[in-house]
């Protein structure tokens, strides 16, 4: 397990696992240990996966400094995570919450980046987010699910700000809810640094203007994927937010969730790698 220094002296760790070209992973919650990736759904035989340890979660130390977890603050991180392995240009795979992180760090530093996958990826860094009549929409998809009666109300609740968040309705996240993807969630519920993810999204953390400005001077490729059956991002907002970058793709991935590597492996292996090894 590699680790390194950050600016601020906080010792962070990342895990590399596969073979192949290198690929920078950056996980979402937000603030979440990066070990609920996995191997991306095998996406290991294809490529050499870097999965980072945000400060304050997984085998990385706490920050002296809790407002270092800030979304933006993190960005100097990612930074000395590429210089410690060596990678004069890196590709950079990003999940959910992620996201946003990896657009700050390429717009902060677009000559470093080759391609940029942002993985069912939050894009508040745009100035976007899904929005609660978005989500619900993006459930009742789901009606005839056996569960949806029990989980609907909660998921409502939630998005409208009457209710606390409530794993009745995980099912929403996910494209199939069988026994894998139940034992899935129980085996990497408990990976959220709670303090650390009610920093991230602070204010100060986005200036969404000057973040489109300088995006403008990034010449890597994108690939901005969704979930068919996912509300944030819905494929919608998956769309608007590949207007944001001069050379982006869109790939919605048939019957998936925020989780799509999960949902079908093959399929998206096949569409992420494709897109990686262009």
Not at 163 to 188: I, N, S
Not at 189 to 215: I, V
Request: proline residues 7%.
């Amino acid at each position: 397990m590699p680790t390194f220094t950050a600016a601020d002296g906080t010792r962070l760790a990342c895990h590399v696992r596969g073979e192949g070209e290198p690929l920078v992973v950056l996980p979402g919650g937000p603030m979440r240990a990066s070990a609920y990736l996995g191997d991306l759904g095998g996406l290991t035989a294809r490529r050499r996966l870097i999965l980072l340890d945000l400060r304050g979660t997984g085998d990385s130390a706490t920050p002296a400094d809790p407002a270092s977890y800030r979304c933006d603050r993190l960005v100097d991180d990612v930074e000395m995570l590429r210089a410690h392995m060596g990678l004069d240009h890196m590709d950079v795979l990003a999940h959910s919450a992620g996201a946003s992180l990896a657009i700050l760090y390429a717009a902060a530093h677009p000559d470093r980046v080759r391609r940029l996958a942002l993985i069912t990826g939050n894009p508040s860094a745009l100035g976007l987010r899904a929005t609660p009549e978005e989500r619900l929409a993006a459930a009742r998809l789901r009606a005839a699910e056996p569960w949806f009666e029990g989980a609907f109300p909660a998921l409502e609740a939630w998005l409208t700000g009457s209710g606390d968040f409530d794993e009745v309705f995980l099912p929403f996240f996910h494209g199939r809810w069988d026994a894998a993807a139940r034992a899935h969630v129980a085996a990497t519920g408990e990976q959220t640094n709670d303090e650390a993810a009610d920093r991230y999204f602070a204010e100060g953390a986005f200036t969404p203007d000057t973040t489109r400005a300088a995006l403008r001077a990034l010449a890597a490729p994108v690939l901005v994927y969704a979930g068919e059956l996912d509300g944030g991002p819905s494929p919608a907002l998956a769309r608007r937010t590949a207007e944001a970058f001069p050379h982006a793709e869109v790939a919605v991935q048939p019957g998936a969730g925020h989780y799509p590597w999960f949902d079908d492996p093959e399929w998206f292996v096949r569409r992420t790698a494709g897109f990686l090894d262009a």
